[in-house]
T-cell receptor, first 110, second 117 residues
Framework: GIQVEQSPPDLILQEGANSTLRCNFS?????LQWFHQNPWGQLINLFY???GTKQNGRLSATTVATERYSLLYISSSQTTDSGVYFC????????????FGQGTELSVKP | GAVVSQHPSRVICKSGTSVKIECRSL??????MFWYRQFPKQSLMLMAT?????????EQGVEKDKFLINHASLTLSTLTVTSAHPEDSSFYIC?????????????FGEGSWLTVV
């Protein structure tokens, strides 16, 4: 099956700093989503980005499907950005299920 | 945006009893729903794919007789943990794939915390 690797596993930032999270995947996919899981467990859908670049406020994401990786950029980080960021990939030809990476745990210090 | 709702959000049950978790798509029809389990400090692991009107497809290593899934309508899937044991304590979360105008994004419910005592 598809393997998904995220890096780094942990990241500590000072408020205001920028960061880049990476997601590598082992096979062709037609679905890639980035999520933020808050301390209560809720998964917040950040981006649906199987290819290309998208921006939403301080967050942006780029997926290079031919090279099988995606990047999530967080600029001017805030303490509320803390939590776990997951990358999940899938193939609609196989039913649409998502396979999650192990996540990056981000801690933003004031 | 599309909304998926889970109930209950938290449940405590005694060892040996069964507990049911509901997953509803509130504003779209979901022919396919997915159930995940997440242990503390770990990632989400897919348990099964729930298909409306047919049997669920379970991932390798997931006991289908223990985790009963029913997808009786286009807006509701249920997961029943039978004869629950403390090791079944976990965060269970469902997701749904929309159709038509909703597009291809997968939407997740709020999750359900299960504690078996």
């Amino acid at each position: 099956g598809i393997q998904v690797e995220q890096s780094p596993p942990d990241l500590i930032l000072q408020e205001g700093a920028n960061s880049t999270l990476r997601c590598n995947f082992s096979d062709s996919v037609n679905n890639l989503q980035w999520f933020h899981q808050n301390p209560w467990g809720q998964l917040i859908n950040l981006f649906y980005i199987p290819s290309g670049t998208k921006q939403n406020g301080r967050l942006s994401a780029t997926t290079v499907a031919t090279e099988r990786y995606s990047l999530l950029y967080i600029s001017s980080s805030q303490t509320t950005d803390s939590g776990v960021y997951f990358c999940a990939v899938g193939d609609y030809n196989q039913g649409g299920k998502l396979i999650f990476g192990q996540g990056t745990e981000l801690s933003v210090k004031p | 945006g599309a909304v998926v709702s889970q109930h209950p959000s938290r449940v405590i049950c005694k060892s040996g009893t069964s507990v049911k978790i509901e997953c509803r798509s509130l504003d779209f029809q979901a022919t396919t729903m997915f159930w995940y389990r997440q242990f503390p400090k770990q990632s989400l692991m897919l348990m099964a794919t729930s298909n409306e009107g047919s049997k669920a497809t379970y991932e390798q290593g997931v006991e289908k007789d223990k985790f009963l899934i029913n997808h009786a309508s286009l807006t509701l899937s249920t997961l029943t943990v039978t004869s629950a044991h403390p090791e079944d304590s976990s965060f269970y979360i469902c997701s749904a794939r929309g159709q038509g105008v909703i597009g291809n994004t997968i939407y997740f419910g709020e999750g359900s915390w299960l504690t078996v005592v």
